[in-house]
């Protein structure tokens, strides 16, 4: 199960009634954050998620809409009692942008480790059973699109367990993945466990033009979360020339990459009712939410 929320819907800069543009996945009372902009604590403190159990940041970007709220981000964590590592994960350009902002936190009760993204293709990090992957964007500046997939043990088979003559009150180790010895023989995990089945798939993409591997990244999404800048088509031009998406053009990469669900976000502050373009998502991709600050989903494992 992945509980997924946005704390902010925003793009440029925050409004009255609208957060700027940052992502939250919570699983097995671990946290993960994608971009953190001006005000994003304030949202993640109305949704009452928590703050002390944020393990990774992720960063899309380096305009300020995406990561100004990032000293307040870590002293609130901090004030929260953490004491273990946090990373945070972004282009080529972090270590310096973090040394930039820490002059107003320079001291946390916890290490922030800075893992750039030089080599997109290759790039991979595990946060226990969740994958995090990356596509180049394609914005005025360097921008990253992330994916993440959670993934699903196969199921425990009983009869290879009995087979091999291993006790009962050992089983429940192998299934937690974990090595067993009886009898002087060691015992894995994937001895008694079958094929690794289908898990939870989100992908998250802002502040970019349509990319041609973007259909192949976000293909069979449980939740693609796509920026659409501007509703209406007259606004193309525009998103040309600032490198953004109108709805159209989200839609249609979510129809492309077959995915479930799409989540429209990041929204011009000219825009202050996306959900009057509404149909123009939905007559290419059907179902389309405009999303709103802290719409939430839970998503499960098939057949869960």
């Not at 249609?252 to 976000?265: D, P, Q, R, Y």
Request: charged share 25%; with cysteine.
């Amino acid at each position: 199960m992945l509980d997924v929320a946005l704390l902010g819907t925003g793009g440029m800069m925050p409004l009255r009634d609208r957060f700027l543009t940052s992502l939250m996945l919570r699983y097995n009372g671990k946290f993960l954050m994608v971009d953190c902009g001006e005000g994003t604590q304030i949202s993640l403190k109305i949704l009452g998620w928590g703050f002390k159990n944020i393990d990774v940041i992720c960063f899309t970007h380096y305009h300020a809409d995406h990561i100004s709220g990032l000293p307040g981000i870590l002293l609130t964590v901090g004030n929260s009692g953490r004491t273990k590592p946090m990373t945070l994960i972004g282009p080529e350009g972090l270590k310096k942008v973090y040394e930039g902002l820490s002059v107003i936190f320079p001291e946390l009760p916890f290490e922030v480790n800075c893992i750039e993204v030089t080599d997109a293709e290759k790039f991979s990090f595990m946060l226990d059973d969740m994958e995090i992957t990356v596509n180049e964007a394609d914005h005025i500046i360097r921008c990253l699109s992330y994916g993440f997939y959670l993934k699903r043990k196969g199921k425990f088979d009983a009869e290879k367990a009995s087979s091999l003559n291993i006790p009962k009150n050992l089983w429940a180790s192998l299934q937690n993945n974990k090595s067993v010895v009886f009898n002087g023989v060691k015992y894995d995990s994937e001895m008694v466990m079958g094929k690794e089945r289908r898990g939870i798939k989100v992908c998250y993409c802002t502040d970019s033009r349509p990319v041609k591997t973007l259909p192949d990244f976000i293909k069979n999404a449980d939740l693609f979360i796509c920026e659409g800048m501007y509703g209406e088509e007259e606004k193309f031009e525009k998103a040309l020339k600032y490198k953004h998406m109108i709805f159209s053009e989200a839609a249609t990469l979510a129809k492309e990459g077959n995915v479930k669900k799409l989540w429209l976000t990041h929204y011009s502050p000219a825009l202050p009712e996306p959900e009057i373009f509404y149909e123009c998502a939905a007559k290419i991709f059907e179902n389309t939410v405009v999303a709103y600050d802290r719409i939430t989903d839970k998503l499960l494992f098939e057949n869960e």
